[in-house]
C-alpha cells in the first residue's frame, strides 16, 4: 500500500495537471484564485480514498482538512437559515416572556394560571406572527453566533462523524472504488456550481483525477518484482480499482448517491430536458 506522502504528491499531481490543462486551453477562462481552487481540491481528491485508513496520520490530516473546510463552504446557507429561524421564534419567546408565572393563592376565586391580560387568543398578544417578515441578513450575524458555529461544527466532523466512518466503513471498502471517486467529483461538482458550470466541471474533474490517482498508486504498489524483473501481484492487488466492496449495503448506498447526484448534476447542466 502507498504511503501517505505518495498519495500527496499523486493528489498534487493530478491537481497541476488538471489546472495546466485548463490554462492551456484556454488562459482567460479561469482566475489565478479559480486555478488554485482547482489545483487544491485535485491535491484533496488524492487523499480523500484514504478516509478509511486504518493509519493516524492520513486519517486525523483528511478529517481536520475537513472540519476547517465544510463548515466554511456551508458558512452562508446556515447563517440564513439560522436568522431565518430566529426571526420567525422572537415573538413566540417574547410572548412567554410577557406571561405571569404560575401562582396559587389561598382564595379560590383568585386562583389563575396566567394573567388574563396576555391571553394566548389574543391578537394583541399572539406568538406567532400574522406575516412574515423580509428574509434575514447576513449584516445580522453576530460574534457569538460565528464563534458557536464553528466550534460545533469542526468538533462534529472531527470526532461524531470520524467516529461514524470508521464503524462502518473497512481499509479498501468501497471508498477505494471507481464509485467512490465518481461521488467525490459529483460532490466538487455541487459545492461549486454557485461559481459556475465551468469552474464546477474543472474541480469535478480535478477531484475525480485525484481519486483515480491514488487507486492507481495503490494497485501498482501491489505489484512486486521476484528477481529484480518477475511481476508477481500481492493479495492486495486488486482491492483499489474496483466497483464494488465486500459489503452489499455499502455497494448499493454508493450506487444511489451517485445516481441521485448525477440526476441533480444533469439538472443543473440541462441535459435532463434534452433526454426527455
Not at 474496483?242 to 455499502?250: A, C, D, M, P, T
Request: include cysteine; charge should be positive.
Amino acid at each position: 500500500m502507498s504511503g501517505f506522502k505518495t498519495h500527496l504528491y499523486g493528489g498534487i499531481a493530478a491537481g497541476l495537471t488538471t489546472s495546466t490543462a485548463f490554462i492551456i486551453k484556454d488562459p482567460s477562462m479561469f482566475t489565478v484564485i479559480q486555478l488554485s481552487g482547482i489545483f487544491l481540491t485535485g491535491t484533496i481528491g488524492g487523499l480523500l480514498p484514504d478516509l478509511d485508513s486504518d493509519s493516524s496520520k492520513p486519517f486525523s490530516i483528511l478529517f481536520t482538512l475537513l472540519s476547517m473546510i465544510v463548515p466554511v463552504l456551508f458558512f452562508r446557507e446556515i447563517s440564513i437559515i439560522w436568522l431565518y429561524f430566529t426571526s420567525l421564534t422572537e415573538p413566540l419567546f417574547g410572548y412567554l416572556s410577557k406571561l405571569q408565572p404560575f401562582k396559587i393563592n389561598l382564595f379560590p376565586t383568585q386562583f389563575s394560571l396566567f394573567s388574563t391580560q396576555f391571553n394566548l387568543f389574543s391578537n394583541q398578544f399572539s406568538p406567532f406572527p400574522t406575516k412574515l417578515g423580509p428574509f434575514p441578513s447576513l449584516e445580522q450575524i453576530k460574534p457569538e453566533f460565528i464563534i458557536t458555529y464553528f466550534v460545533i461544527s469542526y468538533f462534529l466532523i472531527r470526532y461524531c462523524l470520524c467516529k461514524l466512518i470508521q464503524k462502518i466503513t473497512s481499509h479498501r471498502g468501497i471508498m477505494h472504488s471507481i464509485p467512490f471517486a465518481l461521488l467525490c467529483a459529483e460532490t466538487g461538482f455541487l459545492i461549486f456550481i454557485p461559481s459556475g458550470k465551468q469552474m464546477a466541471v474543472a474541480v469535478g474533474i480535478s477531484i475525480f483525477l485525484g481519486c483515480i490517482t491514488h487507486l492507481l498508486l495503490d494497485e501498482l504498489n501491489s505489484i512486486t518484482l521476484r528477481s529484480g524483473f518477475i511481476p508477481k501481484l500481492k493479495m492486495s492487488s486488486g482491492s483499489a480499482m474496483k466497483l464494488k466492496s465486500n459489503s452489499i449495503v455499502n455497494t448499493i448506498m454508493i450506487y444511489m448517491l451517485v445516481i441521485a447526484g448525477g440526476m441533480k448534476i444533469m439538472e443543473l447542466m440541462g441535459l435532463r430536458t434534452l433526454l426527455k
